[in-house]
């Protein structure tokens, strides 16, 4: 919708920092896009459930649910007969015991089958006429197959094995570049550059383009681009073509600032200085060489262009985006001589950006970003955050430099509320948009080389398709790549996977759950304590750098207590929770009988110094219990809500919206009448595709008049006429509604023979312009080249709250079985109150042959789910769907579900402290410092530079030992190669405290890593209880580079957090920036004085440790008292 109604997405831009704005990926992915297939039926099944009539009371249904070939799904409204014996107990249910359903997997998978399907008749079986792998399967491939839930298949033939697909269908999957290669005939030549390998044959060699190149002018010359930020042709002056396929073109109010970081971050990004800096892995010589030949080529064939085009423009706000409508303009053909400058691959690069942020290799990481969803988009379309989790590993560990931090951009106040959040939310609200980061850094586990590995990886980012209906979402992607985790390889043979509803011990769940484990990994200090398994670490050049605050974990201090009983946290799908038991010696850790057990928990003991055991993981089912015996141990639980139906809306999710209600039906309406909506006075749901069904009847074969007629009301979203098409360019006049199909019904078989859209003698409305009848929300059921009328429907408002009389002539259906109904569709935002019917009859001549009281009751309503068929083939891409999903079951790509929450309350018991045989188990430990927190859309940050320190008062909780601080940092930086760390004392002139040294962290390379963690144990002072100190962190080595801007002060970026005390002199948390005086120097000492960020401060956290009363100096310096 936001395509139709504003061309580039502005709403979406002025979301927030590093978005993107890929116009077409959106549209694509959203439900309304996914085209409906009418296969065959399978058995209906009953099940029971209490549905609310009118919102005054709960009446038992029995809703039979028929599966139409994997589209659409009937619910039969019903009276639950009063002798059914044993009641309700007594019926089917959709849902099977887990014991069953183990017995029904066990026996789906016997790998003893060893007969080949198409050796099925020679040994007497029947033949596997579905194609399923059973010999004997028949008719409508359902419960002959296995696909009932409630009954084993009864094929009349053992399972056997499919004849296997030919391999250029696994390539398509595992090998998507190669695979366009070949059915484009791309033939790279030698010496491509691999973002544009195989241009020349394709110009050379193939008709793609029909020889045609476009030409680009001379530098210095001026072409008119549209300036997507602010809509407006503008003149944009060719200023450079770097690396011979990058052109910079600047909008005519550029300033030679916008001019020169534009250009320097076109060098850095394919590596004019040649630096070993700039090369991300062996056998690459820039980020860009190394993002094509991981990810793929450019889209060059639908541009017939081998240049990407910078465009730095007026935006009026501080972003960059590429638009996949911009390359993608003539799908599946390539733009030709008459297309538009904007038909390219363009990026757009705010000059709001640059001026806030005037730092060539930030803007260069955001070219590598923005260009992976260029290359991402030739593919086809994804969900969003498959593709900006994608793009985000890609501008980070996929180039070799620091992962996106989570305190990038969008505030937050609370780790753990982000750390349970939803895995798919991408709001503000939800997780502060975190889901870039938290998506990059599971693509960055899977990609190390003991699991997927890059390749791999980036086939699963790049699992995208141009089929509408074949567009994945979540696990209909990741259950199929992640089998590769199970088997260690990639698979030999393509069969589709069946997605997992009942069981959490899944591919994809274990994958989630390994993952927190290994980020949780990185809060264990010592390597040499942490697991061995590379299932359980995040690559080797991030272990040493938490990507999460291991502070902010729920944190329980072995020497307060020696238990804990019944903790627990609400975690969303996919989200986690994480909890530190720290040094606790012979930990028992339980989770409760009662708990969820779609939330799975593994615990994390590191390894123990005094006792030499290693670390371990193990994994405790609900009612389970284990001890870590040894000394004292550094314990994590870790847990994910895994609900294998938590990313899928089944059977029990549906709430009815076509019902029987009393609401708003006043006037010629008496008594209830149907109604397709929510609630009283709510909006009715987006996404919805349901029809209110008449039963089948047998119309006359002579009639004086054959009509259908009814009483209808309704509150839709409003009309909206703004030039957009549907279907076979047909005018849309708006976007949710309804209309009135028949279905001409065979009488042999029950099968629908022919479906038609109906209009009512006083028409649909035209929209108030002419020839504009369409609605957008019933694209998601018929095809691009459906004739208008397939798209005709009300929409709008009939008045305020008017019923209306409508009239339909049946007269062409005369002597048929009929059945009609009125299809309801929404999309994905906005609405009304709904649709209401009433006084539904058909007449032939003065006869009623449907509409007495009772009639009123049998109409039923029907819901068409979008869900692509397992194994289907896109027609432009060659891509198969590779997950079968479970009859009645669809994606909640509208994230319904995002506010549901489980948990697994656990307990744990330890050695009593005054009985510890470790002392560590028995050392007091505090926190110190503030860990990140900021408003949604209120964030600070600070640039430190060379000779100055930010300093933070902090005071000893108890005679103690600093033993670890890290601080956070934002990985943009420029000329510096060490962040620095001294304890200094509070008192003027602030020098370093007795013993101490300063510390170093390095910082190498174009990035800084995000997080510098201080191993102070054998460093920090003894300090007395409630003495002050300053902790001070600065920039240690400066170290320049060729493509550093001239003039431009070396700079450390920090994130700030708040805290009260920052201007406060005598309290913790007091900051302040100094300049520490020069040894041998002679000159004044320097400071800003307290509170130099206004209420904030940096982000560091540091451990502190209790020491025995005899243990060492404390920790003043000699001549000068540290006082408060």
Known sequence: KQLQRAATHSAHRASGQGGVMTALRSFGTMPFLLM??????????TVATPVTDDGSEDILRVETY????????????????????????????????????????????????ALACEDCEAFGHGADACGCGYCGSYGKCSWSCGKDLERAPNANGPKCNPKPVDEPLLQAIWERPAWRDHRLDLKPSEGEHPCFAGFNHMISNTDRCNGWVRQYPDIGSDVVFLNTGVQRYSNFTLKAVVGGHINVWLEENSSPLHEDISIKAANIYTNQYGIDELKPAAGSGSWMEHECKVMGSMPFMYTCSDRINILVQECQVENAWVMQSDYLRNFPGPADANSSA??????????????????????????????????????????????EGGATWLEGPLLHLAPRPMIYAWGFRDWNRINAAHFYANTKEWNSRKFYQIHAMFLTYLAQPELLGDDFTSALQNYQSFERANVPWGRSAYDYFLQMLETGEKPHEFHPVTMETESSQNAFATALLNYRVAIAAQCIVDPALRPTEVKYLMPEQLRDHPFWDCTSYQTFWSALSSSVEGASAEIHYGGAAVFRLVAPENATVSVATDADPRVRTKVLAAGSKSSGHGAEVRELLPGDSTTFEGGAREIFVVQVNVDPEGELIGPSDRPHLWKRSAYRCTGSCSGKAWWAGAGEGEQYPPNQLSALRSPVMQLPTEADKLELSFDAMWDMEGLYVDGSTVGSGCVAKGYDGVQVRVR???????????LVVVSPESGYGDGGSPNTAALHALRSIYGDDSPCSDFEGWTGKSGDFAWTSQLFDFSRF?????????????????????????????????SLIFGDGSDADAMTEHVFLMVPKAGDVGKDDGVPVVTVLPEGYEFDRSLAKIDRTLSAPWSAQWRAPTLAVDPEASLGRAYLGWSYAAPINDTKTALLHPGQEACMRLAAPFRGILRTATLFTLVDKMGIGSVSLAIRSVGAPHPLLSGTKMLFSASPGVADPGTHRFD??????????????????GIGEERALPADPEGTLPFLHLPLTNVSSAGQEHLPGATKLIVPPVPKEERAFQTTGFDPWHGHTFVIRAEFVAVPESTGPTSSPAGVKSTG
């Open 36 to 45: 409906l297939l009418f296969l065959c039926h399978s058995a209906p099944r």
């Open 66 to 113: 028929e599966w139409l070939g994997g589209e659409e799904l009937q619910m039969m409204t019903h009276a639950l007969p009063e002798d059914v014996e044993g009641g309700i107990d007594n019926l089917p249910s959709l849902r099977r015991s887990q014991s069953g359903s183990a017995a029904r997997r066990a026996e789906a998978s016997d790998e003893s089958a």
């Open 342 to 387: 904007n038909f390219d691959i363009v990026f757009y690069m705010c000059q709001e950006l640059l001026d806030r942020t005037p730092n060539p290799y930030a803007a260069a990481n955001t070219f590598a970003h923005e260009l992976a969803h260029v290359i991402q988009g030739g593919f086809g379309y994804s969900f969003n955050t498959m593709t």
């Open 744 to 754: 001409v019904v065979s009488e042999v078989d029950g099968e629908t023979t022919e």
């Open 814 to 846: 005369a002597g048929k079985n009929i059945s009609f109904e009125l299809l309801f569709a929404s999309d994905s935002a906005d609405g009304g109150e709904g649709f209401w019917v009433d006084k539904i009859r058909v007449h032939a001549g003065g």
């Open 1016 to 1033: 102070l144990e054998s460093r920090s002072p003894v300090f007395g209880e409630a003495e002050p100190f300053f902790l001070c962190i």
